[in-house]
């Protein structure tokens, strides 16, 4: 397989995996830090190097719903946003996976306002994490590229809408190398899109979206419900066939230096590359510490997590995200949940970092090694959540 | 032009079984729009009235694809359908010619979904966007919409022992569309079948955004007899409450000019949102010469583009 070399930034690679798909369809707003994506991509339809057509639509609300609209054609359709994009397109993202079309989400993490920011957390997409969506966070730009190529096939294959994305200026302002697969590669893997039903064939007309009341409601809702159950089990066989073709390694959870740990950071996304390289270094000291990255958020993978986590001594769990006055941060209220109950209890703790772009340093990461470990030592009597990379 | 039997040989389309009130002048807009459209269309609905009635899942009264996103986005789903059959078009995966339909109550259209519906004609999509325009919010139980006349009794605009119902005029949208430099925008009502069908077939035959605003007679609404629905239509021309014109490539044409137009008290009280009116003569004078004004404009924009 041939494999070309390039320097790209997150928001470039996702644009050239976006130029790969070549969907039939992209409706997208701009918006930092995802601009770009949207812009490059015009460009490919201004060039002709996509057979795309561009809606460029006065909103993101009317983005998703032109998706929707042109989903339900059996088109193959793609978007990108950030932020206060992700937000306004909540209620039409509960219609996409609700209606069950495979639309994709190029996304960039951005803190929601306010205070407003244009810099990297994971409120946005930790906000629609309810709605039916696989989410992917990717944790480089090489992630990025891939997963987006990846998550268009798995949509289309589980009948979801699925959204791939990445850290705001961390990665996707960042250039980084890229190993870039053949155009025709990536079309092969995907293949064509056959729709089961679709709302152009005017000889066999269907009504989509009509309203369910109490005699039907719940037992729809279930289906779609069972859909994400089932592409839980789906998303590993299918990530297994695309690490095949494109000779990668990837797994739903990533387990790094995680043998003989003791100790072990839970990160999504860049954080878990600059977790990884601490582990490195520690392990030269002696130290048994390893990373566990959740690649997929959304279907979430708690039983998978327990295994890996559960002969731990103590568990650092990574929000780039506060859900204001929960039990702590997304990632660690579902993992703390997914041990409710097991018989093996590591000693767990939320580390809330990183809001609106603060950035965390190698020292940062060695401190929350150190702080877990006096955590556990201590019997965890101190709060389970705690802020850090902040002034106090 | 199809004459009226023709159009009742065209297939139902909109199919009865549907859970309207008796009266209603949504259906009988949808029922003349899909007659004079054909099979080979695909709609888009804005949540509303309209929507619900029709699609009580596991029933549906539409023989031809019919797609519900969400309330404030007809205009916007349906630019994203007329998208995808152009890209699917160009790649030799469809073949047929479709048309495309957006509709929406003036809730949907004139507030929640007026920036949808003004991205997407201004994208030049080729759709006809309808509004069945009656006027409120009836579908959540009747709230005063931008759509709703001056005076009129609303639950959110309540005839109080203060204020006497709605205090502002309503918004012009067929005006603020002809400024989206549209090629062809009209009002009609459904009690002059022949011309809101000329109307509809004008809006289809372009290649492009067209739009019509069409009165709709609600009886739940504006508290008046559902056997005397159209009738009432009628009256709101006759009166000049409702203008039925149209502008078409830049000029206006008034299709229906009343010779002796009636005095508006005659269609305000033949409903019960009006009804709080009657001994306001202030207020109906105030109705009366909004209407005037708006009218003699009308006629002068008729003369000028002429």
């Not at chain 1, 890229?178 to 679709?198: C, F, H, I, N, R």
């Amino acid at each position: 397989m041939s494999i070309k070399i390039v320097a790209k930034t997150g928001n470039e690679a996702m644009a050239e995996a976006m130029r790969q798909i070549n969907p039939d369809v992209v409706a997208a707003y701009p918006i930092t830090p995802a601009t770009e994506i949207v812009q490059l991509f015009s460009n490919y339809v201004s060039d002709g190097k996509v057979d795309t057509e561009f809606i460029a639509v006065e909103s993101e609300h009317s983005a998703m719903s032109a998706c929707v609209g042109a989903a339900t054609t059996g088109a193959r359709v793609m978007t990108s946003t950030s932020s206060q994009g992700i937000a306004l397109m909540h209620e039409i993202l509960y219609i996409a996976s609700g209606l069950r079309l495979p639309i994709m989400i190029c996304g960039v993490n951005r803190a929601l306002s306010a205070p407003i920011s244009i810099h990297c957390d994971h409120s946005d997409t930790m906000g629609s994490r309810d709605a039916g969506w696989i989410q992917i966070l990717s944790e480089d730009a090489q992630e990025a590229y891939d997963l987006t190529i990846f998550a268009m096939k798995a949509a289309e294959k589980v009948l979801l809408p699925a959204m791939v994305t990445s850290d705001g200026f961390i990665i996707s302002h960042a250039m980084s190398r890229l190993d870039m697969y053949e155009d025709k590669k990536v079309q092969d893997y995907l293949g064509e899109k056959k729709p089961a039903y679709t709302s152009l064939d005017v000889d066999n007309p269907i009504t989509i979206g009509p309203l369910v009341v109490q005699d039907y409601f719940m037992e729809i809702k279930r289906g779609q419900i069972q859909a994400i159950i089932d592409a839980k089990k789906q998303l590993p066989i299918l990530l297994e066939e695309f690490n095949k073709t494109m000779n990668k390694n990837y797994k739903v959870i990533e387990e790094y230096n995680m043998e003989d740990a003791e100790y072990a950071i839970v990160a999504l996304g860049s954080t878990a590359g600059t977790a990884k390289y601490i582990t490195d270094k520690l392990r030269q000291e002696g130290k048994k510490v390893g990373v566990v990255k959740p690649l997929v958020f959304r279907p979430f993978y708690g039983e998978d997590l327990v295994k890996m986590l559960e002969n731990l001594k103590g568990i650092a769990i990574l929000d780039r995200s506060d859900p204001q006055s929960a039990m702590g941060g997304p990632l660690f209220t579902e993992i703390t949940s997914a041990f409710y109950g097991h018989e093996k209890q590591p000693a767990a703790r939320n580390y809330i970092y990183g809001l609106g772009g603060r950035d965390i340093s190698y020292d940062d990461i060695k401190d929350i090694f150190k702080d877990i470990a006096e955590y556990f030592e201590k019997g965890k009597k101190e709060e389970a959540v705690k802020y850090i990379t902040i002034r106090e | 032009m199809p004459t009226i039997k023709e159009l009742t040989r065209t297939g139902d389309l909109f199919t009865s079984g549907h859970r309207a009130c008796a009266g209603c002048g949504g259906t009988i807009i949808l029922r003349l729009l899909m007659a004079n459209a054909g099979k080979n269309t695909v709609v888009g609905a804005a949540t509303g009235c309209m929507e619900v009635v029709s699609t009580i899942y596991p029933y549906t009264s539409w023989d031809v694809n019919f797609v519900h996103n969400a309330f404030e986005n007809s205009a916007a789903t349906v630019s994203g359908i007329e998208t995808a059959y152009r890209a699917l078009k160009k790649k030799g995966k469809i073949k047929k010619d479709i048309k495309f339909i957006a509709y929406g109550g003036d809730g949907g259209t004139f507030d929640i979904g007026l920036q949808s519906l003004s991205g997407a004609v201004e994208r030049g999509h080729n759709m006809l966007y309808l509004c069945y325009n009656n006027g409120a919010y009836m579908n959540t139980g009747i709230q005063r919409s931008s759509a709703t006349p001056f005076g009129a009794h609303t639950t959110t605009s309540p005839a109080g022992s203060k204020i006497k119902g709605k205090m502002q005029q309503r918004k012009d949208l067929t005006e603020i569309m002809i400024a989206h430099d549209m090629k062809y925008v009209a009002q009609a009502t459904p009690h002059n079948w022949s011309d809101l069908s000329n109307k509809i077939n004008k809006a289809l035959a372009l290649n492009g955004p067209a739009f019509i605003n069409v009165l709709s007679p609600c009886p739940l609404g504006w508290g008046s007899d559902p056997a005397q629905s159209i009738q009432i239509a009628k009256l709101a021309v006759e009166t000049l409450y409702w203008p039925v014109y149209e502008y078409e490539n830049g000029k206006y044409k008034i299709n229906i000019k009343p010779k002796k137009p009636k005095d508006i008290e005659e269609f305000l009280f033949v409903q019960n949102r009006f009804k709080h009116l009657k001994n306001e003569k202030e207020l109906i004078d105030k109705i009366r010469k909004h209407l005037n004004e708006k009218w003699n404009e009308l006629l002068n924009k008729e003369k000028c583009t002429n």
